[in-house]
């Protein structure tokens, strides 16, 4: 009977540098690294204490950043030396045996070498313990005197032994029978958690482990989850209502974080009219039938929603509930923001959405303009993400989902119907709309772009995706084949009879930029434009808009090349330092990550504190797919933001720094702040199957 041979898989974390490579040419890398991965999988499963006698173990690869080169030894050409690169200190390993200690104290402290006792991280040399004594040696309750000393000799002989001398005192200490470090599953450290990678504020870079751990395992399919993110909580408890407020509105209803047109004032009695005659909307009089003024717009964002429903009548309460918190919107381009503070509490019907600004103020001379309404246009190539929930992929791509999108003056949420653009080709006039089934940003090329997201390397590719299914006004583009009993979009209601543009077992993928907008029902659309709306309802004024933002954007045109400005939050897409009279992002000057991370470890201090967390997630999933179970309305004026920190490696052009200043509290995180969680393959039954095909249009 053939012996078994076992695949140890590694735990999250890695300090690996892969640019640190051998210079020599006479250096050839051995691939696979056979003997480095049969030694070390058999001397750490002896040191937990998990060997089974007659197995064979391999570890299924090396840690992320390190790779095995060979050399042929100068007197003797056909025996090999072989040396492991990728210490942090770019020094090399000659041997399994000495790669071991570091090798297991990274695996145990989530990727970090801060403390490690090995003797390279030690600048020390000499003879290393037996394998068969490390495992109490190198442990982390073993190394608690003198594992992390790197300056003198250790007195208790974990510093890798300097000397003869220092090893064969040790000797007595290894030999004492230690317990396993785990019992039945091993405690892992979550990505959200794992401090080897880090943002510039010091907050565990979820999405740059995530990647990491992607390649080392090959296909991953996650979750995302930072708990030691105040930034990220904040959003859980707030983004779950907002999401249920969406879906139970219509569409025509400005959200938070949305651009709208509005006025400050109305005359009694008076509405807005199109003048027959110059087509400049004006104020009329109801009563006395006549034409008063014409109306001075302005642009601003909308800091809080109707709290109270959207009906005619009296209202129950004043317009601070009834109505919407709208705040003047400030130049991207100055650092005087104080226009934010002219908010203004308007009726909903004071407002029109800011893609029909040419339709509004095309009659009206550019003099006469209010300086917002500039303002608002050079922000209109700006993208953001919202409420980015799931990582997965297989090397070396990577999608993550996410459950929002601001792009330009308004934000879209899955279960929106949208206009989409024709195509550059073919086509000149808007006739189709999309479903949103999910919203993806892709993330390309992982395996040719820097480890590092601080360096100047070369950076990995993002992309920004909508999926969902499509429809269109136009018979002939169609099928009898694809009909089927599904109604078209609720919102598309006395619009022009819709198509399906293909099979109900496909869904179409657009690129962010060729959505118009949302499609907003036929009735309001009557009632703003005084005529029958078609969907090519400011199409035109929406693509001069994005020209103007490229144009005239600060952070657009002095980045060579780029078209569009992602921000991490809507607050940096459009640089507010101010949302709802509350500072925001880098301008909050009671901004303390630090703090906050330290307050969080006494918070998961309490029993029931990671309950509590997952339940908090949990309550997003509903929100994953157009038909959803309903929750309870939360009465949540807060702006929801995006919590990525990286989606820019991506979405972000801001770098991040591997560094960690909180090496201090390092080690109080690690042993409070563990999460449990099976780092292998998914079974048969976890496994997803793709139920439609994606069609890219």
Not at 146 to 163: H, M, P, Q, T, W
Not at 544 to 554: L, S, V
Not at 598 to 613: E, F, S
Not at 618 to 623: A, E, G, Q
Request: proline share 8%.
């Amino acid at each position: 009977m053939s012996t078994r041979r076992i695949v140890v898989p590694l735990r999250p974390g890695s300090d690996g540098d892969a640019t640190h490579k051998p210079t020599s040419p006479s250096y050839s890398e051995v691939n696979p690294p056979t003997i480095y991965l049969e030694r070390l999988a058999a001397q750490w499963m002896q040191a937990r204490g998990e060997a089974v006698p007659g197995m064979i173990y391999i570890l299924e690869r090396l840690p992320a950043g390190y790779a095995l080169f060979q050399r042929p030894r100068p007197k003797d050409q056909k025996i090999y030396d072989k040396y492991l690169y990728g210490h942090p200190q770019h020094k090399p390993f000659d041997s399994p045996n000495r790669f071991f200690p570091h090798f297991q104290y990274i695996m145990e402290n989530g990727g970090s070498s801060l403390g490690c006792p090995c003797t390279v991280c030690n600048t020390k040399g000499g003879v290393l313990p037996k394998t068969g004594l490390t495992s109490g040696f190198f442990s982390k309750g073993g190394s608690s005197k003198g594992g992390s000393s790197k300056g003198g000799s250790s007195k208790g002989g974990s510093s890798g032994a300097s000397s003869r001398t220092s090893t064969q005192k040790a000797a007595p200490v290894a030999t004492a029978p230690v317990a396993p470090q785990f019992k039945g599953r091993p405690k892992m450290i979550g990505t959200g958690m794992d401090t080897s990678r880090v943002d510039e504020e010091g907050t565990p870079d979820v999405y740059r482990n995530l990647i990491d751990k992607l390649k080392r395992h090959g296909t991953l399919d996650e979750a995302i989850m930072e708990p030691m993110s105040l930034d990220w909580r904040a959003e859980q408890e707030i983004l779950p209502g907002v999401l249920s407020k969406i879906k139970k509105e219509p569409q025509w209803v400005p959200r938070a974080g949305d651009i709208v047109l509005y006025v400050r004032e109305m005359p009694y009695n008076a509405t807005l009219v199109r003048h027959p005659t110059t087509g400049v909307y004006v104020f009329y009089d109801r009563h006395q039938k006549t034409i008063l003024d014409v109306p001075r717009w302005e642009a601003g964002l909308v800091g809080q929603t109707p709290a109270e429903a959207l009906q005619e009548g009296e209202k129950d309460f004043s317009v601070s509930y009834s109505g919407v918190r709208v705040e003047p919107l400030p130049s991207p381009n100055n650092p005087d923001k104080s226009l934010s503070k002219r908010y203004k509490y308007v009726p909903v019907h004071y407002t029109r959405p800011f893609n029909l600004w040419k339709e509004y103020l095309e009659q009206v001379p550019q003099d006469n303009w209010h300086p917002t309404i500039k303002n608002a246009l050079t922000v209109m190539s700006t993208m953001s993400l919202v409420g980015k929930h799931r990582f997965h992929g297989t090397w070396p791509e990577a999608q993550i989902r996410c459950h929002g999108i601001y792009i330009g003056s308004e934000m879209l949420a899955i279960g929106d119907t949208v206009r989409l653009l024709p195509k550059a080709h073919g086509e000149s006039v808007c006739t189709d709309v999309l479903v949103i089934k999910s919203i993806r940003l892709k993330i390309l090329n992982l395996d040719k772009a820097s480890t590092n997201d601080y360096d100047e390397g070369r950076p990995y590719n993002s992309e920004a995706w909508i999926y969902g299914a499509a429809y269109t006004t136009e018979p002939s583009r169609s099928s009898k084949e694809w009909l089927t009993d599904t109604k078209p979009p609720k919102s598309a209601q006395n619009y022009p009879d819709m198509y399906p543009l293909h099979p109900p077992n496909k869904e179409i993928a657009v690129p962010f930029s060729r959505v118009l907008g949302r499609l907003f029902e036929h009735d309001a659309m009557l009632l703003w434009l005084n005529s029958a709306p078609s969907l090519d309802e400011g199409r035109e004024g929406l693509l001069e808009a994005r020209a103007f933002g490229r144009a005239h954007d600060n952070r657009i045109t002095q980045s060579f090349g780029a078209t569009w400005y992602w921000g991490d939050t809507r607050s940096e897409a459009l640089d507010l330092h101010t949302i709802n009279g509350l500072e925001v992002g880098k301008s909050d000057t009671e901004r303390d990550p630090g703090a906050w991370r330290k307050k969080i470890k006494v918070m998961d201090g309490q029993p029931n504190a990671q309950v509590k967390l997952d339940a908090g997630h949990k309550s997003l999933r509903n929100f994953m797919a157009p038909a959803t179970s309903k929750l309870p309305v939360r009465r949540q004026n807060l702006l929801p933001s995006s919590s990525d920190s990286s989606s820019g490696g991506s979405s972000r052009s801001g770098r991040k720094r591997e560094a960690n200043d909180e090496s201090r509290n390092e080690e109080e995180i690690r042993e409070q702040m563990r999460i449990i969680e099976d780092d292998g393959q998914p079974s048969m039954s976890q496994k997803k199957k793709a139920k439609v095909m994606v069609v890219i249009d």
